[in-house]
């Protein structure tokens, strides 16, 4: 059985938790990734790897530990040049462009390690990002005039991430579900149209996970569109409207949540308690 191709057909008859607009009928996919390969020396870290985003979805990346999805995002991103393959976004190819560019183009990916300038205020941190698209150069974002309108701003993104009350205290020494927010509001902060999360859920409990994959799923209330790497299978299954399956650098399924988790293939490739626990089994 070739699980992809079952998955696929499903999908296309309109498979349940498919809320997002298909990218066939709705203009160009928001981000496209097309027969992207990429070697690390002799280990085929990404073989062939394809699938769409339609714009305003919530698509989650997922797979078992080393199945290519961090590098993705990478190559997405721009920090890793792929030996092969295409990738748009909003219809429009970004192959060859800088990270810097992209992030112009209206992409953002957040980090799984949040490492925020700690000498700095939180609203500081957020307002930086800001200024750093705005202004165009670390420097020129943070001094005179684009100080006032950033820091404004980066007060509104908080309020939006749910820690205003952190605005001015340090970034240093703040608990981690703090960093994760701030991280989701410096994201925010680059104006973006694609978000890619590499696992933001890491080391939450499974309340501050719950709430912060809300969080998460809310951004495309706001028009953006989302792609989940994430370990957390329930939140994934929760939030997302479709899944990318990846297993050693392929995609190994794709399609509504609920079906994609059922495939013995995907099972097979977790450890299979993991997914039944997503399935609330
Ligand atoms: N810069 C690099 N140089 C060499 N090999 C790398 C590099 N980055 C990743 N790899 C390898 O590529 C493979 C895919 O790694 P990647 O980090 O993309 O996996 P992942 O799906 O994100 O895994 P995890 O769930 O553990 O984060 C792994 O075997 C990894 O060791
Ligand atoms: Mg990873």
Redesign the pocket.
Known sequence: MNPAAEVRTDQAAGAPGMSAPSPAVGGPPALEVRGVSLR??G?Q?LDDVGFQVAPGERLGLI??????????LRVIAGV?APDRGRICLAGQSIDGLPPHRRVGAGLAMTNQIVRPLRSMSIAENVALAWGHRRAGGLLRAFVRAERGPALARARELLARVGIADYADGPASGVPLGVLKRLEVARALALEPRVVLF??PLAGLNSIEATRLADLIASLTDDGLTVVL?E?NLREVVRVCDRLVV?ES?RVLAEGAPATVMRIPEVIAAYVGEEVADARGA
Do not use: I, Q, S
Not at 64 to 69: F, L, T
């Open positions: 690390f020396g280990l870290a797979g078992p530990n080393g199945a290519g999805k961090t590098t993705c890793f590499d696992e790497v370990h990846l650098g």
